[in-house]
T-cell receptor, first 114, second 112 residues
Framework: KNQVEQSPQSLIILEGKNCTLQ??????????LRWYKQDTGRGPVSLTI?????NTKSNGRYTATLDADTKQSSLHITASQLSDSASYIC?????????????FGKGTKLSVIP | ETGVTQTPRHLVMGMTNKKSLKCEQH?????MYWYKQSAKKPLELMFV???????ENNSVPSRFSPECPNSSHLFLHLHTLQPEDSALYLC???????????FGSGTRLTVV
């Protein structure tokens, strides 16, 4: 069964600090992995997408890593800001008929406090 | 705005009511989706429309009825819902061959 496990479930950090969120998956076959940011009461917004051959990708203060061998990904947030408070969702997609074979993690809820 | 607009943003309805959720995308995508997001659960895929044809119905109760009149609009018709149906309902669209999803802001539904 395809699964995406995220840790920690929730995290509180001080403004300006760095943090790393983890994503482990058992999805097979693998097409790509995305990290989404979801503000409270809003829809998820894509931060990064990584394919099998990519090890790291950055989007501003967000840096995602992917180890396809161990089936692990991480999202590193540098110099956190209050606006980073949100849920971060890891999504793994499988190739196949259509683009809707996605497996979602439950998300990590990040709270950045002053 | 992401290019996917959902209305209403919030909805409170009784169990005997009939209401509809609306989704509109201006991205030229050819696939649209309904997802349900409950607290502390992963997003659950409900329906998929590709080129205006329903291609997936993920064992959703018949009290949820989708409609896709064209590639830009998607509706979710609701009737005789249960309190456990209270959730955030998200619409998404994609260009199917590329697979990148764009989500709307969601409709927060409360069934009383």
């Amino acid at each position: 069964k395809n699964q995406v496990e995220q840790s920690p479930q929730s995290l509180i950090i001080l403004e300006g600090k760095n943090c790393t969120l983890q994503c482990n998956y058992t999805v097979s076959p693998f097409s790509n992995l995305r990290w989404y940011k979801q503000d409270t009461g809003r829809g998820p917004v894509s931060l990064t997408i990584m394919t099998f051959s990519e090890n790291t990708k950055s989007n501003g203060r967000y840096t995602a890593t992917l180890d396809a061998d161990t089936k692990q990904s991480s999202l590193h947030i540098t110099a956190s800001q209050l606006s980073d408070s949100a849920s971060y969702i890891c999504v793994v997609s499988s190739p196949g008929a259509g683009s809707y074979q996605l497996t979602f993690g439950k998300g990590t809820k990040l709270s950045v406090i002053p | 705005e992401t290019g996917v607009t959902q209305t209403p943003r919030h909805l409170v309805m009784g169990m005997t009511n009939k209401k509809s959720l609306k989704c509109e995308q201006h991205l030229g995508h050819n696939a649209m989706y309904w997802y349900k997001q409950s607290a502390k659960k992963p997003l659950e895929l409900m329906f998929v429309y590709s080129l205006e044809e329903r291609v997936e119905n993920n064992s959703v109760p018949s009290r949820f009825s989708p409609e896709c009149p064209n590639s830009s609009h998607l509706f979710l018709h609701l009737h005789t819902l249960q309190p456990e149906d209270s959730a955030l309902y998200l619409c998404a669209s994609s260009q199917e061959t590329l697979g990148g999803y764009t989500f709307g802001s969601g409709t927060r539904l409360t069934v009383v």
